[in-house]
């Protein structure tokens, strides 16, 4: 078993993966976004500080929720994020979607070249399938 602390309660709780939020307190976020929601639903132009007080929680949170995703803020909407990389305005994430083609690009180029190199050795020694007798 793996126990961490939960970042919202400050609980141990048994950690298996995904966020480092206990169960308690991912129902209750779960509740908050369905809020949230609700609200940029029926008011796109939202504020942050109408979005965090409709869910009952610090602007903080309302930033975590929006860089992961939970949270896609619309065109209208006057809250700002930028890409961390290149400083183009987004609605969700840390990255514009050109960063991140850019670094899929990069990590798939890499794969490709060690592949690449993994084929010519086994080549080389001439790896075949080896079966029972």
């Known amino acids: 078993m793996n126990y961490q602390s939960c970042k919202r ?8 993966e ?23 639903r029926l ?10 007080n409709e869910m009952g ?8 929720l929006v860089k ?3 949270i896609i803020l619309s065109e209208e909407s006057p809250i700002e994020y930028f890409c961390s990389k ?4 987004i609605f969700k994430d840390n990255l514009c979607d050109n960063c991140k083609e850019e670094r899929y690009a990069g990590v798939k180029a890499a794969h490709q070249e060690i ?5 010519e050795q086994n080549a080389r020694r001439g790896v075949r399938m080896h079966t029972r007798r």
Not at 57 to 64: A, G, P, R
Request: glycine share 4%; hydrophobic share 35%.
């Open 9 to 16: 309660c400050r609980r141990l709780f048994d950690y298996s």
């Open 43 to 52: 008011n796109p132009k939202a504020t942050k500080a109408m979005i965090a």
């Open 86 to 89: 290149c400083n183009a305005r």
């Open 57 to 64: 929680v610090k602007e903080k949170i309302v930033d975590e």
């Open 68 to 70: 992961s995703g939970e």
């Open 18 to 40: 995904g966020r480092m939020i206990c169960y308690n307190c991912e129902l209750k976020e779960k509740k908050q976004l369905e809020k949230a929601y609700a609200m940029l």
């Open 115 to 119: 592949q690449d190199k993994l084929d």
